[in-house]
């Protein structure tokens, strides 16, 4: 379980691979009037899944680079025009690749290679897990939902602090790219 959790919250999204984000938004939302935020507090004492005290101290340390680079401060709950709260999961997916070849040595072709006559099949299955990250805002007055992003890849290990710290970097950097949401002109 220990194993999973700090896979999760690492996420380990590899540099090298692509992250896939998406975001949804309320289009009656005023995202122009959001200029202060506050994260919001914890409500229950349920202990059987969280993150490592590290690597909440690292997302949350994203997510504030991420929300000050936009004009958008921290405050207190109290005042703060949004609550932001996040959450992680992981998804077991199976990869099923199957590969057919007829070509190689064939000793009764003579000796060369070339169109065997007979086919060989090679089948692999991979199964590998996508860690996800979902990142919520809430509007504090209405206590609605007005944005949510998500971003997830493959869930590889990361073994220094260092990598880790770059990795989540990188994934909230992706998430909150678009954010605020620009209305599409109708």
Known sequence: MKKVIIAVVALALS??????????????????DVKTYAWVAKKTQDTTYHLDGLMDQRVRAAVDSQLAAKGITITDAAEADILVNY????????????FNTNYGYNPYYGSRWGYSGSMNTQTTVREYEVGTLILDMVNRETGKLIWRGSVADTIRDKNTPEERVEVINKAISAMLVNYPPKPEAK
Not at 87 to 98: E, H, M, S
């Open 15 to 32: 540099a090298c691979s692509s992250l896939k984000t998406s975001s949804d938004y309320d289009p009656a939302a005023n995202f122009n």
């Open 87 to 98: 959450l992680t999961k992981v998804d077991k997916k199976i990869n099923v690749d199957t």
